[in-house]
């Protein structure tokens, strides 16, 4: 049994910051990617940012220079900081991974947590 555990979120004033975690936890022998997601109400869940076992990282275009993933793998935990936010990023957020364990590969996910920007 693998369990995602994601906190941080909350309510923030356009232009705050807000810093995501999401803790892996189970039977893990590693993680390959570490994925954040997010779904506004009334639109498709959306991919945000993406981090490989090795650190490199994408972005969605519009989070590019405002929001930062990175992973500790000891914790096994994924992070997103997110700065400049605006109304729009208002959603709630998903972290996905790619868990190994013996006898076979995984996706899991966190259950969410809510960012609300105001304006």
């Known amino acids: 049994q693998v369990h995602l555990v994601e906190s941080g979120g909350g309510l923030v004033q356009a232009g705050g910051s807000l810093r995501l975690s999401c803790a892996a936890s189970g039977s893990i022998l590693s993680i390959n990617a570490m994925r954040w997601y997010r779904q506004a109400p009334g639109k498709p869940r959306q991919l945000v940012a993406i981090?490989?076992?090795?650190?490199?990282?994408t972005y969605e275009d519009s989070v590019k220079g405002r929001f930062t993933i990175s992973r500790d793998n000891a914790k096994n935990t994924v992070y997103l900081q997110m700065n400049s936010l605006k109304p729009e990023d208002t959603a709630v957020y998903y972290c996905?991974?790619?868990?190994?364990?013996?006898?076979?590969?995984?996706?899991?996910w966190g259950q969410g947590t809510q960012v609300t920007v105001s304006s």
């Open positions: 981090i490989t076992s090795s650190g490199t990282t």
């Open positions: 996905n991974a790619r868990i190994i364990r013996i006898g076979n590969t995984m996706d899991s």
